[in-house]
């Protein structure tokens, strides 16, 4: 057992969030989650893969140069042109780790690697001294660890710290493991492996049976001493270990684990909607910690229990997790500092005064339409925003809806492309889809709406919807994202940002696969 009772948070949620078909993130957003991560108090923001793409690079190493709260850490393959990448993009970090890894079960090393175990071995030695070399904060992963022989995970683990690693990542890559047996394998490593002690050790859980949260939690029960999370368990396929949810987990049950991390839990809930907000991802009602629902009791009977003695029926505070924010902070009446003070609580910043105009102009007209402005209003204005500052092929100039009982909706379009005014009109089965109809009969975009998903932001029948679409094209995934009070319009912004997204052609290379 780690000799500790510190678990360090590394958030992953740049770098295998990202990986969710639809989520990725511009450089400034990036940016923005990061800063919001530093001020939550993580310990390690892994930012990227800094050879997937220019753009990886490029965000991890403005991430870097700009965050000196967390450390800030780039993921490589055990190659060294990987390495190499990765250094020269934590060059000038305050704090910076190179995250090096290498797959180690049978299955990966026969089919994908095409290696022996003695080959796996030289290369996870070579490439850790060469992190090593470039960085002193080196990790190395066993990938697909939890379907590995645990003799030969011993034999790599001694190995590669030898060679410099200072945290060792078992992963559970597919979301295979059980808790008793990943808490037992945990523990089987810190036992035979000759100079555990020199090293932390780390998990990364993957939730393809729902369990990655549990997995997380018996493995620091049995020694681990870093989690590898995202918040709102983004991440590939069913996600992985929610970081709310683990570091609630720890902190309410302090009593029986006697565990704790350095995370403000108060900047949790503002985390979740930037996150939600920036990736077009929606958190579900019923989420654990950050779902709307999560502190909401109907039950007559726990009602009653709740006004008599909170105690009864929640093992936590709402203001824990920083649900005090949802109150109305805005108003018509609100004048321009305010605003931005506001909004660089909640982890905005503009860059420039004219960035912070378009901003404060976009929501004076909201308080015209919206008496009662919420945090959440604010962070879905700004994305808006910024969404349509964006370089862009298609704006939406136009848009006018007849819907009427009896007859078929008709809309009609003005859209702008390339800054050539274009029109078209359309009929449909509703007033969206005839809109959307209508945009296509322009671009002839030749994509396929994957998913379309309607969030209210807030309460109220005045409350902004929150419109999220999701296009594929020629195996390429998108969310566009648009926000107003009118659904319409905002399904409207949504499909022209993801038409724009997907002009844009920035594709991630995803080099684990």
Known sequence: ?????????????LRDGEQSPGASMTKEEKLRIAKQLEKMRVDVIEAGFAIASPGDFASIKTIADTITGSTICS???ALDADIDRAGEALKNAASGRIHTFIATS???MKYKLQMTPDQVVEHAVHAVKRAHNLISDVEFSLEDASRSELDFMCRIIEKVIDAGARTINIPDTVGYAIPEEF?????????????????????????????AVANSLAAVTAGARQVECTINGLGERAGNASLEEFVMAIRTRKDLLGLDTNIDTTQIVPASRLVSSITGFPVQPNKAIVGANAFAHESGIHQDGVLKHRETYEIMTAQDVGWQTNRMVMGKHSGRNAFRSRLEELGTSFSSDTELNHAFARFKELADKKHEIFDEDLVALVSDVRAADAYEKYKLSSLNVTSQTGEVPVAQVTLMVDGVEHKAESEGGGPVDAALKAIEAIVHSESSLELY??????????????????????????NGMGADIDIIIASAKAYVHALNLLDANVQKAHPQV
């Not at 394998?185 to 729902?210: E, M, W, Y």
């Open 1 to 13: 057992m780690s000799s500790t009772n510190q678990v360090i948070i590394f958030d992953t949620t």
């Open 75 to 77: 993921l490589s393959r």
């Open 106 to 108: 049978p299955i990966h």
């Open 183 to 211: 808490g037992y394998t945990i523990g089987q490593l810190l036992q035979r492996i000759p100079n555990a002690d020199k090293a932390v050790f780390s998990v990364h859980c993957h939730n393809d049976l729902g369990l």
């Open 453 to 478: 998903s309607v969030n209210a932001i807030t309460s109220g029948t005045d409350s902004q919807g929150e419109v999220t679409v999701r296009l594929e094209k020629a195996g390429r995934i998108v």
